[in-house]
């Protein structure tokens, strides 16, 4: 059996990605915050899958969390031949209302951290010639939103990271793909106290689907996976339309809802 590890594993999308890797038969190594929650999430996926799970309490947004996970990333006696950098924290204000100390976290997670695994596990599997590498971002990646916090910025550098990576590490066998949805039906905009109330159905997205979907595309060496024809399309709008005319749009949204 191969080795995969992933992050944020204890709900959502990390805890989809854990699922579908059991269903493959791989063992795997589940990362969180929550000790408790970890050791639960291992003992069903165990049962269920009678695959081998081990588990690593760590705070990613800590230098000492990040070098826990990448002690184990380059365990050369049991290779990870696929990482998941799924953990990642988004912010309910705007740039102007949240701490400092906020947005240095959000950056630590969702930059720092990604960078740091990526690297302690593609050195290796560059040296065995193939191994994989999922880095969830968003579709708010491909532009400015509004109210306008660091989220966006976080989730466009895993964008082009995992692009330029990819770009570099497939001459030596290695994958890289950054998985990029809309609103997905997890605990994330719960955790940031982030109303959801006038989202319309249509827009959310299921885990398990979107996490399918981002595992053929990665097997089909895209560098970008959009889950839904839905987001495809919002995504290709946001990416590619006219930015004068996009950043006015997004200035409209920005000051309409600060006018509420």
């Known amino acids: 059996m191969t080795t995969a590890l992933v992050t944020g594993a204890t709900a959502g999308l990390g805890a989809a990605f854990a699922r579908a890797l059991a269903a493959e038969r791989r063992d795997l190594v589940l990362v969180a915050r929550d000790a408790e929650r970890l050791a639960a999430t291992a003992a069903e996926l165990r049962d269920r899958y009678s695959v081998e799970v081990e588990v690593l309490p760590a705070d990613l947004a800590s230098a000492e969390g990040c070098a826990q996970v990448e002690k184990r990333l380059a365990d050369v006696g049991q290779p990870v031949e696929l990482l998941v950098n799924n953990a990642g924290i988004g912010l309910r204000d705007g740039f102007l209302e949240n701490p400092i100390e906020d947005e240095e976290r959000m950056l630590a997670l969702n930059v720092r951290a990604v960078m740091r695994l990526t690297h302690a596990a593609v050195t290796g599997?560059?040296?065995r010639g193939h191994g994989d590498v999922v880095n969830v971002a968003s579709v708010a990646g491909f532009g400015p939103t509004a109210p306008g916090s660091t989220y966006s910025a976080t989730k466009a550098w895993v964008i082009t990271f995992s692009e330029s990576v990819h770009l570099?590490?497939?001459q030596h066998g290695v994958r890289v793909?950054?998985?990029c949805p809309g609103f997905v039906r997890t605990e994330f905009h719960s955790r940031a106290s982030i109303p959801t109330a006038d989202i319309p159905d249509v827009l959310w997205l299921d885990a398990d689907?979107?996490?399918?979907?981002?595992?053929?595309d990665l097997r089909r060496g895209r560098p970008?996976?959009?889950p839904?024809?839905?987001y495809k399309v919002l995504g290709g709008i946001v990416r590619?339309?006219?930015r004068p005319l996009f950043l006015?749009?997004?200035g409209r949204a920005a000051r309409s809802v600060g006018r509420r």
């Open 224 to 226: 970008t996976s959009v």
């Open 177 to 179: 793909s950054a998985v």
């Open 240 to 242: 590619y339309a006219p």
């Open 228 to 230: 839904s024809v839905r």
């Open 168 to 170: 570099t590490l497939r």
């Open 248 to 250: 006015r749009v997004i």
């Open 209 to 216: 689907t979107v996490v399918r979907e981002a595992l053929a």
């Open 125 to 127: 599997m560059a040296s």
